[in-house]
């Protein structure tokens, strides 16, 4: 678990990744920056930044900042309460970043999971998102990604966001303890 201390140096980081990148956020989302470290104690390896800007019944918009090396971990949006799960375009705005998906394994992947967490990461179709590319995953698909050298801001465009249900690969994550101030 992160301390408080932690919690707001990683805030800090991504404030400044998506300055950086000229995305502007105000002062409240500055305030609301959350930190996903996903209980595993090595958020430079498994972790991210996110700023949500809506998530309402119907649609939910976030940015996802990355610092070089993060990975989100291989999780997939089940249906809850008998509607579908979540679907969501990636379109990435700043770095590069390497996106994992269910389908036939991609030879010479330019990236590899974390160190030791191989296991855990199934996915092995790559997709590779530069700025102004966008790709999109249907409900209850398999997926992980992470970041290029310089880091990456994406930009996550989907239906309603129940990030509490999502069902991981690595069993160490409980999805709803998965945020941690």
């Given at each position: 678990m992160l301390t408080k201390q932690d919690y707001e140096k990683y805030s800090q980081l991504a404030i400044e990744y998506l300055e950086k990148a000229g995305i502007v956020i105000t002062e409240e989302e500055k305030k609301k920056v959350e930190v996903a470290e996903y209980e595993l104690g090595?958020?430079?390896?498994?972790?991210?930044e996110l700023v949500v800007y809506v998530n309402t019944e119907k649609c939910c918009a976030?940015?996802?900042?990355?610092?070089?090396?993060?990975?989100?971990p291989e999780h997939r949006h089940p249906s809850v309460n008998g509607e579908m799960g979540k679907e969501e375009t990636f379109r990435c705005r700043w770095g590069k970043v390497y996106l994992y998906v269910e389908g036939e394994e991609t030879k010479d992947r330019k990236t590899a999971p974390p160190e030791g967490m191989e296991e855990y990461f199934t996915c092995k179709k790559e997709v590779v998102?530069?700025?102004?590319?966008?790709?999109?995953?249907?409900?209850n698909t398999l997926h992980w990604f992470r970041a290029g050298e310089n880091g990456a801001i994406v930009s996550e465009f989907s239906t309603k966001s129940r990030d509490e249900y999502d069902i991981y690969t690595d069993p160490r994550i409980d999805a709803a303890g998965k945020?941690?101030?």
């Amino acid at each position: 678990m992160l301390t408080k201390q932690d919690y707001e140096k990683y805030s800090q980081l991504a404030i400044e990744y998506l300055e950086k990148a000229g995305i502007v956020i105000t002062e409240e989302e500055k305030k609301k920056v959350e930190v996903a470290e996903y209980e595993l104690g090595c958020i430079d390896k498994v972790g991210l930044e996110l700023v949500v800007y809506v998530n309402t019944e119907k649609c939910c918009a976030k940015e996802l900042v990355l610092l070089p090396g993060q990975t989100c971990p291989e999780h997939r949006h089940p249906s809850v309460n008998g509607e579908m799960g979540k679907e969501e375009t990636f379109r990435c705005r700043w770095g590069k970043v390497y996106l994992y998906v269910e389908g036939e394994e991609t030879k010479d992947r330019k990236t590899a999971p974390p160190e030791g967490m191989e296991e855990y990461f199934t996915c092995k179709k790559e997709v590779v998102l530069n700025p102004g590319e966008q790709y999109t995953i249907m409900p209850n698909t398999l997926h992980w990604f992470r970041a290029g050298e310089n880091g990456a801001i994406v930009s996550e465009f989907s239906t309603k966001s129940r990030d509490e249900y999502d069902i991981y690969t690595d069993p160490r994550i409980d999805a709803a303890g998965k945020r941690n101030i």
